[in-house]
């Protein structure tokens, strides 16, 4: 994930984006806080969706409906860290990034 994605997510943990970890006794509460703004965002698609830094907005000849299949949303970008959560919580494991 791009640090710039990842930033939104990581702040809402209060945790750095280059260095950190999240202990199993955290990944609970991380999951929560986690699956409320994902749910939250849910609410107003319209004020959540994200485009891709590394795509172009809309490239010549291309349609409306194939610029707009790739926005991502924030439940899409959260969805592998909330997975690692999951995981980490149920085998008492730590994620560690940037290391």
Do not use: C
Not at 58 to 70: P, V
């Amino acid at each position: 994930m791009y640090q710039e994605h990842a930033q939104r997510i990581l702040d809402l943990l209060h945790k750095s984006p280059t260095r950190g970890v999240i202990t199993a006794a955290e990944a609970g509460q991380a999951l929560s806080i986690l699956e409320n703004e994902v749910a939250a965002s849910r609410l107003h698609p319209e004020n959540d969706v994200e485009h891709d830094a590394h795509t172009p907005e809309k490239e010549e000849d291309e349609s409306n409906e194939h610029a707009k299949a790739q926005r991502v949303g924030f439940g899409a970008r959260a969805y592998p860290l909330l997975e690692m959560l999951r995981s980490a919580k149920a085998d008492g494991n730590d994620i560690i990034w940037g290391v």
